[in-house]
């Protein structure tokens, strides 16, 4: 093997020594694993990184349809913290990073679509009397929604875990519960805002509320202090950041990265078993076998526990559920009728909504200024997706469908959204892509378990656990808890000898 290298036991090289110094094996490829590799490397660490399929980056992913480039799954993060950001200028993406079309979004609702307010977190309005927020609520609604001015601050901030639906219900009312806040938790979470913890997926919301007094104070004061995609604030309406060429981009350069770096990385070889060592960690993966001082295990939750729980049994009663099968159509279209942009950027689906099954449509093109420019005049590409949490147990309310019953319903269901009607004869080409698990189910008292999971991986020497079930769904969490976790483990890494 080459020097630096994490030692890897096989028969051809039983004889090889490992090289001095500290030595580690990460447990995934997706973004948080190739980010944890990375950190690893920086700080002088030989590293190797398995990863089970053949493809790197996790849920986000590209494909080609028609010719384009396109991301198969995230497309763009939020812009709450400059963490990704930060990270894309390390990588050399500066020049890259791109706001949405300010055209903003829409909300299908069972009474027909609207506008939706720009200046929320998760739907949640920053002031109920804004005009697109008024429009969605009516009169009734938004006075309602008002009267969290003056309610306690303890309303919602006493109990130790809420969900988002009580805490919504409790300050604002039903109707932004289910006109605002369903819809785009649907859209983001693919669940119902029932059954997540609000500390997971809005962190800080609940802490703004105490501070600021009211649910719409602590939205406006996360809003102010949210940074831009870009350098300076951030403007009303573009929580989310993208990257020119798409977020798989980013993979790309993390990978070569890593490359240049000298981390050996091994895709299509999983991870078969861990064990606690005098000294260490030993992973087996087919006949090779890596003992190291350092493990990073960066799976998903049932995957990671699974994995570890034999060599750490205080994990077994800590495994999350699954996340919801998530199954995403794209199709890139010939219809000038679309470049209008008649639904802005995309459309939100509120669950109630008769006769539509999606729960949400990216209108890509319309989204990404650079993309319209590379697909040109009339031919858009919309990415529609299938798939919400809706009971506690699991499982999505709608029966799987194969790949050309998601088509047709894609078809029908953007024509209705869309208000143009969209047929197989517009199509130039299309994609499924489905993603199991890819979205953590952050189900009320999971930020609990993740305190206690935190708490079991620092007692067992030069183990770390990361991925989007402990950090919260989305880049911008992954991102900047992978750093921090890697950061508080350095202590635990070990030469072997």
Known sequence: MRGGHVHGKTKEAAT?????????????????????????????????????????????????????SLDSGAESFATRSTAVADLARELGLEGQIVSPHPGGAWVQLPDGPQELPKTGILGIPANPWDPEVRRSLGLSGALRA????????????????TSVSSLVRARMGKKVLERLVAPVV?????????LLDVDMVAPGLRAGLKKHGSLAAAVAAQRKAAPGPGAGPAKAGSAVGGLKGGMNTLISALVKDLRDRGV????????????????????????????VGRLVVALDGPAAVGLLETAVPELSGLRPAPGP???????????????????????????????IRAKALTHATAKWDWLAE?????????????????????????????????LAAALDDASALLTVPVTRADIVDWDVVRWAGALPFAAVGHKQRVEQ???????????????????????????ADTRSQLAQGSRDIHPIS
């Open 264 to 291: 050996d990385m091994l895709s299509g070889k999983g991870a078969d078993s861990v064990s606690k060592t005098s000294n260490g960690w030993r992973v087996t993966a087919g006949d090779a076998t890596y003992d």
């Open 186 to 194: 649907g859209g983001v979470h693919s669940a119902d805002p029932g």
């Open 146 to 161: 008002s009267l969290d001015r003056w309610l306690p601050a303890s309303l919602g901030t006493t109990s130790e875990v």
């Open 374 to 406: 590379e697909a040109g005049p009339g031919t858009h590409v919309l990415r529609l997706s299938y798939g919400r949490r809706e009971d506690a147990d699991g499982g999505a309310p709608d029966v799987v469908m194969d790949d050309e019953e998601l």
């Open 325 to 355: 099968l998530v199954s995403l159509v794209t199709m890139v279209v010939d219809l000038p009728e679309l470049d209008g942009r008649p639904r802005g950027t995309g459309i939100l689906v509120a669950p109630q909504t008769p006769g």
């Open 453 to 479: 999971v935190r708490k079991v991986c620092a007692a067992a020497d030069g183990l770390t656990v990361v991925g989007g079930w402990l950090a919260g769904n989305g880049l911008a969490a992954v991102v």
């Open 16 to 68: 090889t020594q490992p090289s001095p110094g500290p030595t580690a094996v990460v447990i995934g490829g997706g973004v948080s694993g190739l980010l944890a590799a990375r950190e690893l490397a920086m700080a002088g660490t030989s590293v190797t990184i398995l990863e089970a399929s053949e493809a790197w980056g996790g849920c986000v992913g590209g494909h080609t349809v028609a010719g384009l």
